[in-house]
């Protein structure tokens, strides 16, 4: 059996080495698919190690609540993407996070109110800038560093804390905004703090730190800003007591709202759940696009092999005549098409990291490597070769080899 498989790789190998340059075309096509699904999937995988990278660095004592999606993961999606405001139907108040900054084993609480608005200042004008209305607590919440000044502050009326790519459009500096004021409709407010430009663009608090301005949350009902709590962070205590505190949590705003629990309470790895469904679901509809090129890879495959057929139509008549039997030829044509669409899972699986390792020269996610994605680029690889191969295959089986030896190129 070693012998015969051994045979049929041989002979496979031959026909495919006479024909080189179609071959390799061939490949290539397959080669296309599987590096498009090798970049999805190594992109996603590190988005998500980025953002639960980032849950771990804020510590274990971290609480989120945000509204919650009683949607189908496809369908919340397309409203992230098409809303203007992701969180129009979040039922989550200001006047929750006062509730919760209540409880004896609660930390610190920051809300996250998030709202467009138009900024002035001197001479430049942005007409759509984030503003995210907050308490003072968010930086220690959030572990959050500032180049210069504090962040927010009781004292200071009307205090702003600015990101640094939002500082450069407004005044033209990333370094010296601190005591610069601007207006945000009919307030003024002045610049108390100047934030550090962020590493990670992505973030479990769905946040651009780099290009949002930072208020006290009950500003934002004074500029009559529209606005949605977005979500509400915790820091607790004790990190024993997450469990407790939640429920607590739970309890509290259960009350408070009269049963309606259109809101989750996630701590640990959940916290980056939702961001990676949304990924995950984004991944998947990029998947299935990349696998209409693998499906069209698999046409050439089969193409090539129907070629090759009708051109070794009498190799097939003297094989048979010799004594070789159906499922010999079968599988003689079956290896070629693996090799060809095995051969190009592999180019693809390089040209796919590749592709992946420039991409991580620009931007903050380093290519992501796994058995997984090695597995599928080799299975589906497989797939394509059998699913494609099989009817050329079962053609030149199902040849008469009387026929055959009447054939003449």
Known sequence: MALLLRTHYRLARESIRKNRTRSFLTCLGI???????????????????????QVKSMGA??????????????????????????????????????????L???????????????????????????VIGTSTELARVQNLKLSNGIFLSDKVENSAVIGKALSLELFGTGTE????????????????????????PINFNNVDFDNSVFVRADYLKRIGLNYQVQQIDVRAENTGALSKLSEEIGDLLNSAKNGDKNYEILYGDLISHPAGSMFMVVSS??????????????????NILLVSVAERTREIGIRKAVGASSMNILMQFLFEAMI????????????????????????PFAPFISWQILGVSVGTSVVIGILFGMYPAIKAARKNPIESLRYYR
């Not at 296309?32 to 996603?44: D, F, N, P």
């Not at 905004?177 to 990670?200: H, N, R, S, Y």
């Not at 509809?285 to 089969?302: E, K, N, W, Y």
């Open 31 to 53: 080669a296309v698919g599987v590096a498009s699904i090798i970049l999805i999937m190594s992109l996603m995988g590190s988005i998500n190690n980025v953002i639960s990278a």
């Open 61 to 102: 004592d971290l609480i989120v609540i945000r509204p919650a999606q009683h949607v189908d993961a496809v369908e919340s999606v397309i409203d992230g993407l098409t809303a203007s405001n992701r969180y129009m139907t979040s039922n989550l108040t200001l006047t929750d996070a006062e509730v919760i900054a209540g």
């Open 104 to 130: 004896d084993s609660v930390a610190g609480v920051a809300p996250i109110a998030a709202g467009v608005a138009t900024l002035r200042a001197e001479e430049r004008t942005i007409p759509t800038a984030n």
């Open 177 to 200: 905004a601190v005591g610069k004021t601007f207006a945000m409709g009919e307030e003024k407010f002045i610049v108390v703090g100047l934030l550090e430009e962020t590493e990670d």
């Open 285 to 302: 509809m990029l998947t299935v696009v990349a696998g209409v090129s693998l499906i069209v890879g698999g046409i050439g495959v089969m």
């Open 340 to 363: 060809l669409s095995v051969g190009g899972g592999l180019l693809g699986l390089i040209l796919g990291y590749v592709i992946a390792f420039l991409i991580s020269i620009v931007t």
